[in-house]
Structures are given as structure tokens and as C-alpha cells.
């Protein structure tokens, strides 16, 4: 059987396109060619299988050379088959083998040699391609280092400028070099400072010298920023906004950071713990601060309570139509923070940012900020304070972001050592629904000796910049803004508005609107009042302002006015009158007795209160054009706005049809309404009769009212003001208050 010599009819057994009846072999005689080329065939599909028959006794005697292999080369059809049954099912067992043998003509060994060498190809295929996917993607790695390394090859080093040399370099030596360079820059400055300044006094920084740019909430509401006595800057100026403070010295940054740790703790157990460090109220639920529990709860804090400063503390808990990531956007943001706080914030700024956060959100935030706050009066002195702001998620899924006054780490102005915040800020926990659960606590030391008598006993309640306040403003301006987002609004309740993009640009007109009055009323270092001749709380008090190619303002000279009240009605009666359309003839002089009626309304929350509408005023004069009027209203349990503002009729038509809201020209005039806090009423004279308060109504008392006026006196900025216009406004306010007062009183009798 076997034919010596012909060694090149070996085959490998995993041909699988042969039949092969295999005998022993003298492997010696195989050339070196040969089994090159075995190995090359080895795994080769030549669609065969082989047949292996037992060699005889004979065939075992080692003096004979082996028989030559017999093949059986397999038909097209059976090989179809086979292929077709193997795409099905790779592994047969013996019932489908003896079945695909007697269907073919076959013997189940040849079916199972073929299905065995079969699946080793296959296998081997796969094999190969993964290697050349993981050969292509060996060097797409190497290539990568590659330029890596020549990258680092060509770096400097960020703080000397020389080259880096990675590896070589000890971290002691690495840390000199940095040091070296620091010292440097420092010497550098030093020199700069003692070449400019030599013989003149030293200062540290200009308190809050640049304006507040108010950008646009997420939702696409509010577009605007107000600081008076700034020109065209009004409403714009968002550059100024993170810059550092012209003459701020560094900080040291590991001591602000374990101060803004230390700082977190200590909110956090603030915001959780009761009695004995919280105290509740008798008659009352606002909780009282226990000062020698804190003391020894908070040994380290940041110092003792320096001299002539007073202690506040508060604590208010609510829940709000906003989730957490939301509400954290919006407290590290300095521009959504000041326009969702307009009536608390007059001004803020983000002066140094340490970090950002991680995981794209502000989880380990840490900047360093200032911020001037506010009540809506010129009788109640700001607030300013410079501090650290820090945030971070903790494991349980709450939210903390802390504020702690920097004064210790440097000295400040005058103005800031009258207010020192200790840790304070705020609690977010996630509720169902989009809805969050939110704890404030407020703390800190103030010298509030400048406060107006009548506006006393309602700082001293917290009422004023305590917590209780920052979360009622909150609450009302998330159910503002989920307003605004709402959908399911009906052609109905649009009034006279053709579209949500007209709602839109209509409600952010009026924010606007409201901003700018806040910014104006109050007595803010950022512009200077002018107190004319009256008697007391009463004091008109004025400034000037001009406005030069301010698209949101008219041209020329400004004239503002305010002044500040008791009233003994309660604050909602005294709202409810000023924001009805059907009152206003009974103070508004300007409407000279017209009927007014309410075009659009657009509600801010299930408030009634809470409203944005459009007013015209027919005149009762045949000979004069109608007027539209712009009014906002909101109330909260902090306090009540009225804010209006007349504005052109064709200017409001392209509002009302989705036009942009920012070249519309405001001066917006208006009331703020707080509640006296407990605040007496004067003892009447023998001559008066008692006046009519209804102190006797549970959670009311009086109210403390500001009226506010803006007037143009003259459209040419290089104009003079003259004394007549002062008079003028003089009077006009004069009058209004006069009228309100006979109007509220004898309603309340």
C-alpha cells in the first residue's frame, strides 16, 4: 500500500477536504520544505475530510515502511450540506451525525472528522482576526506614546519656564523650583507696589467698585443687571462679572480651604440639631439661637464676635417646586443667583475661583465671592460682606453650599467689617417630583446701629436679611419660574398675548422691570441719596442719573425719589390695594383720573397675588391718547411688591409678539410693602385721635411702605437738573403718600 520516496503526499489532517486513511510514518524523511509548507496549509479550508483506518498487524511490524494515506475527496453536494447543517449546528451529536452520513453517503467518522476539523478553522480564522484588530491597535498605542513623549520632551514647566524633566526630578526639588518661582512673582509685585506707591497710604480694596451683570436664568426669563449712576452699563456689562479686585492681595488658599471645610460641618450640624443649641419660640415657630451653646458646640469657628457687632441667627425650612441640581446651579452662579434674589442682593461678584466641581457639576466647588445685600429702602443700610463659597454632595445624596467671611485671612474695608458672615447657607435635600427640601440658616455679626427707628424692630425680627426671608424668596420665585416652563396654557389665558414666545418675552420685560426698581430703592454704596426737607421717616430723599445710549432706558436725566413709612393697616390689605386696577385713580395722579382696565394677565404661581399684567388708562380727556402701563406684583411672607412702568404702545406690540424685550424703555416706579415686625404705634397726642391700626389681627400688625418714583426731567444728558423739577417730584410723591394714607386708612376704619 505504502510508496516510499513520495514524501510530498503528506497532508496535514486538518485539510478538511479528504478522505485520509492514515499509517505511522517515518517523520525523519520528511524535508524541511515540506513541513514549512504543512504549517503554512495547516489550517487552509480545502472543504474534505479524512477517513483513518486501523493499521493491520502487519502495518505495526517496524521493518516495514509505512502505506501511503488513501483520500477521498468529498462531492460538492455533500460539502454544501455539511456546510449548510454546521452554520445551524457546529456540534452534532451521534443521532444527526448517522442521520447526515446515511443522507450523504458518508460513514459517521468521516461526518465527525469533517465537522472537528471544520470548527478548528473557523476557530482559527477567528483567531487571526483578532490579532491583526489587536497588532492595528498595538500601534495606534505606540504611535500615541510616541508624540506623547515628544511632547514632554518639548514642555516647560508652568511655574520656572524651564524644561521639565519628568523621572529625574525629586519631588523636594520640584517642590523648591515652584517655591522659587512664587517667591519671584511675589518680590516682583512687592517692587512694582513700593515703585508706585512710595510715600502714599497703603490701602486694601475698593469695596464692590465694579456693577453687577445680571444674566439670563436657564429657563430664558431674565436678560439684565441694574446699577444706578452707570450709563449704558445698566443693563449690560457681563464681562465684569469673576474678575479678581483691583489691589486684592492672594490668599492663602490651604487656609481658605480648611476654612470652607470646617465651614461645612458646621452648617451641616447647625441646619440638623435642636434644642439646647435652638431655642423655640414661645408664641411664635421662629427659633432662637442659643449663643453659649454655640460657643461650646463651635469652639474653633472663625473668632470671637469683635466688638460693637451684634449676633442674628435664623433657621426656616420649606419645600420647593425645584430639584437639587437646579437650585445648586443657581446658588453657585453669581448672575442666577443675584437675579433670583434681586430683592435681597443689590450687587455680587465672583472675585477668585478655586475649583469648579467634578463630574460636570459643582460638587467640590469653591470660589471666593462678595456680595452686597440689601432691604428695599434708603432707611436701611446694606450689607456688605466679602467670603468663600463652597459646595459639595454628600453621600447620602444632599446637597450643602456654605458661605464664611474671609475677614480673618486679610483686612478689609470699612464697610465690610460692619457684617461678618458665619457659616451660613443651605440644606437641598431630593423630594419626589422635581420638588426639593430646602433648610436655611443665616448667621452672622452686624453693626446695625445706621437702621432707621421704624425699620429696627423688623431687622431685629430676622424678617429682614434672616433666613426666613431668603427661603420665602425662594419658594415664590420657583413657582415663578415653573410658571414660566408650563405648557398646558390655554389660548384663553393669554388675553390679548398671540403666543408663548409673546408670554416669554412679556415676562421678562417685567423682570426686568422689577430688578431695576430693587436696585434703586435701596440704600446701596453704589449711588448716593439726597435727603430733602421733611420731618423724620418721612424725608424725601433724591438722586439723578444719566442715561446715555441705554437702549433699555430714555435718554437724559433721571430723577429717582423714594420714601419710607409706617402704615397701621396690615401689609395684604395695603398689597391688594395698590396692585388693583380698579383702585389706582385713588393714588396714581399720572392716570389723572381715567378708567383703567386689564389687558393681560400672566400668573406667577397659585397666588393671586403673584401677577405680570398689562394696563391702559383711558384717559378721560377726549383730547389726550390712551396709556398702557406694565405692572408686576408679587408677595411672599417675607414681603409685597407693586412695581409699573408706563411703555409705548407700538414697543409693547412687538413685545407681545415675541419680539426681544431689551430695547422696550423702562423707568419703572412702584412700592415695596413689609411688615413692621412688631413695631408700636406712635403715642397720639392729646389732640389726635387714636390712629387705626388693627394691631388686634393675629400675624398682621402695621406695614412699612416705600414709595419710589423715576422721572425724566429733561431728555438731554448734558442738561442741568433745575430746582423746579426737584420740586416737582417733591410734590408728586408728597401727594401720592397723602393720598394712600386717607385712602388705606379709611378703608381700614
Known amino acids: 500500500m505504502g510508496f516510499p520516496g513520495h514524501e510530498d503526499h503528506f497532508i496535514s489532517v486538518f485539510q478538511p477536504n479528504m478522505v485520509e486513511v492514515p499509517q505511522q510514518h517515518d517523520m525523519s524523511q520528511c524535508a524541511e520544505s515540506e513541513i514549512g509548507k504543512m504549517r503554512e496549509d495547516e489550517f487552509e479550508s480545502k472543504s474534505g475530510s479524512e477517513n483513518l483506518e486501523g493499521p493491520s498487524g502487519d502495518d505495526q511490524d517496524p521493518d516495514r515502511r509505512p502505506r501511503k494515506k488513501r483520500y477521498h475527496r468529498h462531492t460538492q453536494h455533500q460539502i454544501q450540506e455539511m456546510e449548510a447543517f454546521f452554520k445551524e449546528c457546529p456540534h452534532p451529536d451521534d443521532k444527526q451525525r448517522k442521520e447526515l452520513s446515511r443522507e450523504l453517503g458518508l460513514e459517521p467518522l468521516q461526518v465527525k472528522f469533517w465537522f472537528q476539523n471544520k470548527r478548528t478553522q473557523v476557530k482559527t480564522q477567528h483567531e487571526r482576526h483578532e490579532n491583526a484588530q489587536l497588532r492595528a491597535e498595538n500601534e495606534k498605542l505606540r504611535t500615541e506614546n510616541m508624540r506623547y513623549k515628544e511632547a514632554l520632551n518639548n514642555a516647560s514647566c508652568p511655574n520656572c519656564?524651564?524644561?521639565?524633566?519628568?523621572?529625574?526630578?525629586?519631588?523636594?526639588?520640584?517642590?523648591?523650583r515652584i517655591e522659587n518661582a512664587r517667591l519671584r512673582e511675589e518680590i516682583d509685585r512687592i517692587s512694582g507696589i513700593a515703585a508706585k506707591y512710595v510715600g502714599k497710604p497703603m490701602v486694601s480694596y475698593p469695596p464692590l467698585m465694579a456693577p453687577l451683570s445680571r444674566s439670563p436664568l436657564d429657563l430664558g426669563v431674565g436678560n439684565f443687571g441694574v446699577q444706578p449712576n452707570m450709563g449704558g452699563e445698566i443693563y449690560g456689562g457681563g464681562d465684569m462679572v469673576g474678575r479678581s479686585m483691583v489691589g486684592a492681595p492672594e490668599l492663602d488658599k490651604p487656609m481658605v480651604?480648611?476654612?470652607?471645610?470646617?465651614?461645612?460641618?458646621?452648617?451641616?450640624?447647625?441646619?440638623?440639631?435642636?434644642?439646647?443649641?435652638?431655642?423655640?419660640?414661645?408664641?411664635?415657630?421662629?427659633?432662637?439661637l442659643c449663643e453659649e451653646e454655640y460657643i461650646r458646640t463651635f469652639p474653633r469657628g472663625i473668632g470671637p464676635r469683635p466688638f460693637g457687632l451684634k449676633l442674628e441667627a435664623s433657621r426656616e425650612t420649606a419645600v420647593v417646586i425645584m430639584n437639587p441640581i437646579n437650585l445648586v446651579d443657581i446658588l453657585m452662579d453669581v448672575n442666577q443667583w443675584s437675579s433670583v434674589f434681586y430683592g435681597v442682593i443689590s450687587r455680587a461678584f465672583t472675585l477668585d475661583v478655586f475649583s469648579t466641581g467634578v463630574a460636570g457639576n459643582y460638587n467640590g466647588a469653591l470660589q471666593v465671592m462678595s456680595a452686597e445685600f440689601q432691604v428695599p429702602t434708603p432707611l436701611v443700610p446694606t450689607r456688605e460682606s466679602y467670603f468663600v463659597r463652597y459646595c459639595k454632595q454628600h453621600s447620602d445624596g444632599t446637597w450643602a453650599v456654605v458661605d464664611v467671611s474671609l475677614d480673618s485671612l486679610r483686612p478689609s474695608p470699612q464697610a465690610m467689617q460692619r457684617c461678618r458672615r458665619r457659616p451660613s447657607g443651605c440644606l437641598?435635600?431630593?423630594?419626589?417630583?422635581?420638588?426639593?427640601k430646602v433648610t436655611w440658616v443665616e448667621h452672622v455679626e452686624v453693626d446695625d446701629r445706621a437702621v432707621h427707628n421704624i425699620y429696627r424692630p423688623l431687622v431685629n425680627s430676622g424678617l429682614a436679611f434672616g433666613a426666613k426671608r431668603w427661603v420665602a424668596t425662594l419658594d415664590r420665585q420657583c413657582e415663578r419660574l415653573a410658571s414660566v416652563l408650563a405648557s398646558n396654557i390655554s389660548a384663553r389665558d393669554l388675553g390679548v398675548i398671540p403666543s408663548p414666545e409673546g408670554r416669554k418675552s412679556m415676562l421678562k420685560l417685567a423682570e426686568r422691570m422689577v430688578v431695576s426698581f430693587c436696585a434703586g430703592v435701596s440704600a446701596?454704596?453704589?449711588?448716593?441719596?439726597?435727603?430733602?426737607?421733611?420731618?423724620?421717616?418721612?424725608?424725601?430723599?433724591?438722586?439723578?442719573?444719566?442715561?446715555?445710549?441705554?437702549?433699555?432706558?430714555?435718554?437724559?436725566?433721571?430723577?429717582?425719589?423714594?420714601?419710607?413709612?409706617?402704615?397701621?393697616?396690615?401689609?395684604?390689605?395695603?398689597?391688594?390695594?395698590?396692585?388693583?386696577?380698579?383702585?389706582?385713580?385713588?393714588?396714581?395722579?399720572?392716570?389723572?383720573?381715567?378708567?383703567?382696565?386689564?389687558?393681560?394677565?400672566?400668573?406667577?404661581?397659585?397666588?393671586?397675588?403673584?401677577?405680570v399684567s398689562l394696563l391702559r388708562v383711558n384717559s378721560a380727556n377726549s383730547n389726550q391718547s390712551n396709556m398702557l402701563i406694565l405692572?408686576?406684583?408679587?408677595?411672599?411672607?417675607?414681603?409685597?411688591?407693586?412695581?409699573?412702568?408706563?411703555?409705548?404702545?407700538?414697543?409693547?406690540?412687538?413685545?407681545?409678539?415675541?419680539?426681544?424685550?431689551?430695547y422696550v424703555a423702562l423707568l419703572p416706579s412702584g412700592f415695596a410693602i413689609l411688615p413692621d415686625g412688631g413695631l408700636q404705634p406712635p403715642s397720639p397726642s392729646p389732640q389726635s385721635a387714636p390712629?387705626?391700626?388693627?394691631?388686634?389681627?393675629?400675624?398682621?400688625?402695621?406695614?412699612?411702605?416705600?414709595?419710589?418714583?423715576?422721572?425724566?426731567?429733561?431728555?438731554?444728558?448734558?442738561?442741568?437738573?433745575?430746582?423746579?423739577?426737584v420740586a416737582t417730584v417733591n410734590s408728586l410723591i408728597a401727594c401720592t403718600v397723602d393720598r394712600i394714607k386717607a385712602a388705606v386708612t379709611c378703608e381700614n376704619a
Request: net charge negative.
Open 161 to 176: 519656564g524651564g524644561p521639565t524633566a519628568l523621572g529625574e526630578m525629586s519631588f523636594d526639588e520640584q517642590h523648591l
Open 257 to 288: 480651604i480648611e476654612l470652607a471645610v470646617a465651614a461645612m460641618e458646621e452648617l451641616i450640624r447647625m441646619a440638623q440639631l435642636g434644642e439646647p443649641l435652638w431655642i423655640p419660640g414661645v408664641e411664635d415657630p421662629t427659633e432662637v
Open 428 to 436: 437641598i435635600h431630593e423630594m419626589p417630583n422635581g420638588y426639593s
Open 524 to 611: 446701596s454704596t453704589a449711588h448716593t441719596w439726597t435727603t430733602l426737607s421733611g420731618s423724620g421717616a418721612e424725608d424725601v430723599r433724591v438722586m439723578t442719573r444719566k442715561s446715555i445710549d441705554d437702549p433699555g432706558r430714555p435718554p437724559g436725566i433721571v430723577l429717582s425719589a423714594a420714601t419710607s413709612f409706617w402704615l397701621p393697616v396690615p401689609p395684604k390689605r395695603v398689597f391688594d390695594f395698590l396692585r388693583d386696577e380698579n383702585s389706582r385713580s385713588q393714588w396714581d395722579i399720572l392716570s389723572n383720573g381715567g378708567v383703567v382696565q386689564e389687558m393681560a394677565h400672566i400668573a406667577n404661581g397659585p397666588d393671586p397675588g403673584n401677577c
Open 631 to 662: 405692572q408686576e406684583s408679587c408677595t411672599d411672607s417675607s414681603g409685597s411688591y407693586v412695581i409699573y412702568a408706563p411703555v409705548d404702545i407700538v414697543a409693547m406690540n412687538v413685545v407681545l409678539n415675541g419680539g426681544d424685550p431689551d
Open 691 to 725: 390712629p387705626a391700626a388693627a394691631i388686634g389681627e393675629v400675624g398682621f400688625g402695621g406695614s412699612l411702605l416705600t414709595v419710589a418714583f423715576q422721572i425724566l426731567v429733561d431728555s438731554a444728558p448734558t442738561a442741568k437738573l433745575s430746582l423746579g423739577s
